[in-house]
Structure formats: structure tokens, C-alpha cells
């Protein structure tokens, strides 16, 4: 299998200097991840950390798995709508000539104010179309997740569907199967909704808020999640492992870290390779 990791939850310990780039990649290494996955936000606001980054993954003979980018194509108007799509043509070109990655995942959107869902999600999905008629024979696919901010949105595998419908071909999906709680949905139905669309996959674990705990995030309905160790929650992780292997998946999987990033990260590798066998 090809497991990656998604490097935007190491950034606060790279920043703050508890661990060096290369130290990092290294520890990755050891865990049997063979791919990262950037953040471009994060690349822009520390170009020295990227670029170190990208060198130890060099070393190690790592590869790019998914550029991620994000956008509102919707906004409050057209121009809006304009100026993410561009912001989304220049990461595609990026991902091209400098990352060498196959996957552009653009996420962030949400509708206008006072719009509703099912105009939001049209709209969403014109501008997937136009942005995937960009990425055609570039060998670069644009893909969106079940975006889990906005739950009532486009976190169910429903929504979901409706806007890559609308998208047609040219648009992928990454299935987050921890997203997929806030939706209100289960991450085995969302599989089954939506597995012929799914060109990468984040892997995560959620638990179920109890009663005097605090923080989190509510699902569409109100159920509150919290972060937990990943296997001790109620994502399913090892169960989406299996479904996508016996579907014949082939691409990547990257780990999502929530709590503890380096230990939980071992935990959530180790978990990810034994339920793939």
C-alpha cells in the first residue's frame, strides 16, 4: 500500500523549533510512509521549513501525494468565484512543475450568506467543472473531501455526490472518512455512495464528546466530536482500510493527525498497515 502523511499538523512543531525538517522526514521514514502531503499555505507563510522539507523527502526518496489548496469557489460574487478558480489553476501548475504531484485537493468552500444549500452546491460544482476543463492533459486531478468545517454543507456523502455530479469527470474525491461523522454520515455508507470517485483518501479518528468535556466540533445534527488517539474512536479506520483494499485501491492514504502528531502518528501508521495485511 502507499501511505503518505498530511504535514499540516507538524507545523507547530516545526516552527517552534521542537523538531528540524529533517528529523521529521526521518521519523516518517521509520513509520513506512512513503509519501507527504503539503499544505500551500503553510508552504507560503514558511518557505525555509518547505524547502527542507522537500530536501529531506529527496533523501529519503519520498514523493509529493496531494497538493492542498484552499479556496472558496463560491464566495460573495463572481469576482470571488474568479479569483479562487485562478488561485486554483496557479496551485495545479505548481503541483505540475515543481511538486511532481498527481492531486490538487481544494478545499474551504462554503455558500454566500442567506444562499441556500442547493444553489451553494450547484454553483461548487460549476466551478469544479471549470477547474477540472484547466487540469485536462495535464496529468494533474483536481479532487474536493467531504469538508467537515461546514457540516451542513458538503460533509455528507449526499451533498458530496450532488456536487461532483455537477463537477463531471475531470473532478476526483478524497474521501476523509472522519469527516464523514460530521456530515451525519457513516464513513462504510459514504464508501459505497462514492468509492467510484475516490482518487485519495485522509485517514482520522474522532470519539464522541462526553458529558463534562468541552471543545470539538458539532456534526450537522449537534453531536459534538473530539480529537482522540486514531483507533480508539469511532472513524472506522481499519474497516475503510479494508473496503478500499477489496475494492482494489490503489493510490494513496494519507494519515490526518489530530492530538500527540509524532506518537499518535506511529499509532495511526502501524494501525493503517495491519488492517491493510
Known amino acids: 500500500m502507499k501511505l503518505s502523511v498530511m504535514l499540516f499538523p507538524y507545523f507547530g ?10 528529523e521529521l522526514v526521518k521519523t516518517f521514514a521509520s513509520w513506512g510512509v512513503r509519501g507527504l502531503e503539503p499544505m500551500l499555505s503553510q508552504d507560503e507563510k514558511e518557505p525555509k521549513i518547505a524547502a527542507e522539507i522537500q530536501a529531506a523527502m529527496a533523501d529519503f526518496g519520498m514523493v509529493n501525494t496531494c497538493l492542498d489548496r484552499g479556496v472558496n469557489l463560491i464566495g460573495t460574487c ?5 479569483a479562487a478558480l485562478d488561485s486554483a489553476k496557479r496551485a495545479l501548475d505548481l503541483a505540475r ?62 451533498n458530496c455526490k450532488i456536487v461532483l455530479d455537477y463537477a463531471g469527470p475531470e473532478v476526483g474525491f478524497t474521501f476523509d472518512n472522519g469527516n464523514f461523522l460530521l456530515g451525519d454520515d457513516t464513513p462504510a455508507h459514504a464508501f459505497e ?24 466540533i458539532a456534526s450537522a445534527s449537534g453531536v459534538y466530536y473530539i480529537d482522540c488517539p486514531m483507533g480508539a474512536g469511532v472513524g472506522e479506520i481499519a474497516n475503510c482500510v479494508k473496503l478500499l483494499k477489496a475494492a482494489g485501491y490503489q493510490d494513496w492514504m494519507s494519515l490526518e ?20 495485511g
Open 13 to 22: 512543531k516545526l516552527c517552534k523549533g521542537e523538531i528540524t525538517p529533517a
Open 78 to 82: 463572481e469576482a470571488d468565484r474568479v
Open 257 to 276: 493527525v489530530g492530538m500527540e502528531p509524532i506518537s499518535n502518528g506511529k499509532v495511526g501508521a502501524d494501525l493503517v498497515l495491519a488492517a491493510w
Open 193 to 216: 455512495v462514492l468509492k467510484d470517485k475516490i482518487c485519495h483518501v485522509h485517514l482520522k479518528d474522532f470519539a464522541v464528546r462526553k458529558e463534562g468535556q468541552t471543545g470539538g
Open 97 to 158: 512543475d515543481v511538486l511532481k504531484c498527481k492531486r490538487v485537493m481544494l478545499h474551504g468552500t462554503k455558500p454566500a450568506e442567506g444562499m441556500s444549500t442547493e444553489d451553494g452546491l450547484k454553483i461548487y460544482g460549476e466551478m469544479l467543472r471549470k477547474a477540472g476543463e484547466y487540469s485536462k492533459g495535464s496529468g494533474v486531478k483536481f479532487c474536493i473531501e467531504n469538508f467537515g468545517v461546514y457540516p451542513t454543507f458538503a460533509a455528507s456523502s449526499k
